[in-house]
């Protein structure tokens, strides 16, 4: 069955922290996608990032980075010198290739950072 | 461009009513989906569209949810005799095509009183 769990439920920061939220997913299909997305507090989610699960590259932009380690079904995102701004709700989630129209979230990471 | 808009932002309605929601994607995305998420918890999946078919509706709760595309655009999600246990964030999203990468709306806050 797919998963996928982000077992940090909130983190709180002072600016210019670098801080890393987890993401550890389960799936048995040998083809998936993972993705980041960022809910505000407007509420609307943001689409940060998507990886195919044949691309373990890390990937930079600006500020944030995703590692992606195949051997340990993680997938996780570094926001460097964290800012006020990058306060939000933080969710990844898991589409099968078998299966690409539905998304599965994890229950997201709170992040505060605070000034 | 625009993105994925849905209207009302806020509905407020009694137990045992009809609501209905309504998600306008991104121009020439043919792929819209609809999710709905509770309190502290992630978007969940409802129901996809391809065109104006629904491909995969297993994810609606009960048959009191159904969802509509008719010319392959607007969607309305429809709801039929509320109960408290629906009252959550409705959030629609659209794709360029199937697979391609879900771009959401800002969402639909519906409170079941």
């Known amino acids: 069955a797919q998963k996928v769990t982000q077992a940090q439920t909130e983190i709180s920061v002072v600016e210019k922290e670098d801080v890393t939220l987890d993401c550890v997913y389960e799936?048995?299909?040998?083809?998936?996608?993972l993705f980041w997305y960022k809910q505000p507090p407007s509420g609307e989610l943001v689409f940060l990032i998507r990886?195919?699960?044949?691309?373990?590259q890390n990937e930079i932009s600006g500020r944030y980075s995703w590692n992606f380690q195949k051997s340990t079904s993680s997938f996780n995102f570094t926001i460097t010198a964290s800012q006020v701004v990058d306060s939000a709700v933080y969710f990844c989630?898991?589409?099968?290739?078998?299966?690409?129209?539905?998304?599965?979230f994890g229950t997201g990471t709170r992040l505060q950072v605070f000034p | 461009g625009a993105g994925v808009s849905q209207t009302p932002s806020n509905k407020v309605t009694e137990k045992g009513k009809y609501v209905e929601l309504r998600c306008d994607p991104i121009?020439?995305?043919?792929?819209l989906y609809w999710y709905r998420q509770s309190l502290g918890q992630g978007p969940e999946f409802l129901i996809y569209?391809?065109?104006?078919?629904?491909?995969?509706d297993s994810g609606l709760p009960n048959d009191r949810f159904f969802a509509v595309r008719p010319e392959g655009s607007v969607s309305t999600l429809k709801i039929q005799r509320t109960e408290r246990g629906d009252s959550a964030v409705y959030l629609c999203?659209?794709?360029?095509?199937?697979?391609?990468?879900?771009?959401f709306g800002p969402g639909t806050r519906l409170t079941v009183l």
């Open positions: 121009s020439g995305h043919t792929a």
């Open positions: 989630a898991l589409s099968e290739a078998y299966n690409t129209d539905k998304l599965i």
């Open positions: 569209f391809q065109g104006t078919g629904a491909a995969d």
């Open positions: 990886r195919n699960s044949f691309d373990e």
């Open positions: 799936t048995r299909d040998t083809t998936y996608y």
């Open positions: 999203a659209s794709s360029f095509d199937r697979g391609d990468t879900q771009y």
